[in-house]
């Protein structure tokens, strides 16, 4: 079965990073745009980032925009997001996607990011 | 910034048509799409390209566009379609994806 699995959740303070990773498995990674999705408890989707199948286009939410940086290792079929100078406002369950560029077709079930003193 | 507007809330009895809006004030040349969210669950992509439906996704379940405005529909409304559901398109630039707030489908 096509899935991607995210880790690297948890509780950090604000100020702090945190890096979150995505292992891919069953389709071929390096084929497809990859996004990190957000939702805040009780709260609607957001879209975070995405980043093509090369690794050379990104693109950000304002919100997140010079504190996050997402990548990939295509190698190790892996996604990651690399998220700096966080703030409480970010704290959510944050979601792997592939898709194609504009959409999203195969979620993770999520990691929840809390940042609170 | 560019917005998806959703109604918060739809209630509907089994059997009945439940219609989900919606609306930007002026939904750019691309594609709408529309993702499913069970309690407690990741989300499922409903619709794709404005009226594709993956496969699995029964045929009751479509949508549509008019003006600024696009709709999904669900014919027969079932208890397991309680959920949220959120609309999402892309700005004009492209650059950036953009949700709709999302609606709560109450099954009465």
């Known amino acids: 079965e096509v899935q991607v699995v995210e880790s690297g959740g948890g509780l950090v303070q604000p100020g702090g990073s945190l890096r979150l990773s995505c292992a891919a498995s069953?389709?071929?990674?390096?084929?497809?745009?990859m996004h990190w999705v957000r939702q805040a408890p009780g709260k609607g989707l957001v879209w975070v980032s995405r980043l093509n199948s090369d690794g050379t286009t990104t693109n950000y939410a304002d919100s997140v925009k010079g504190r996050f940086t997402i990548s990939r290792d295509n190698a190790k079929n892996t996604l990651y997001l690399q998220m700096n100078s966080l703030r409480v406002e970010d704290t959510a369950v944050y979601y792997c996607?592939?898709?194609?560029?504009?959409?999203?077709?195969?979620w993770g079930q999520g990691t929840m990011v809390t940042v609170s003193s | 910034s560019y917005e998806l507007t959703q109604p918060p809330s739809v209630s509907v009895s089994p059997g009945q048509t439940a219609r989900i809006t919606c609306s930007a004030d002026?939904?750019?040349?691309?594609?709408t799409y529309w993702y499913q969210q069970r309690p407690g669950q990741a989300p499922v992509l409903l619709i794709y390209?404005?009226?594709g439906r993956p496969s699995g996704v029964p045929e009751r379940i479509s949508a549509s566009r008019s003006g600024t405005t696009v709709t999904l529909t669900i014919s027969g409304v079932q208890a397991e379609d309680e959920a949220d559901y959120y609309c999402q398109s892309t700005d004009r630039s492209g650059a950036s994806v953009v949700f709709g707030g999302g609606t709560k489908l109450t099954v009465l």
């Open positions: 390209k404005d009226s």
């Open positions: 069953k389709f071929t990674f390096s084929n497809y745009w």
């Open positions: 002026a939904l750019p040349n691309q594609y």
């Open positions: 996607v592939e898709g194609p560029m504009d959409s999203f077709d195969i």
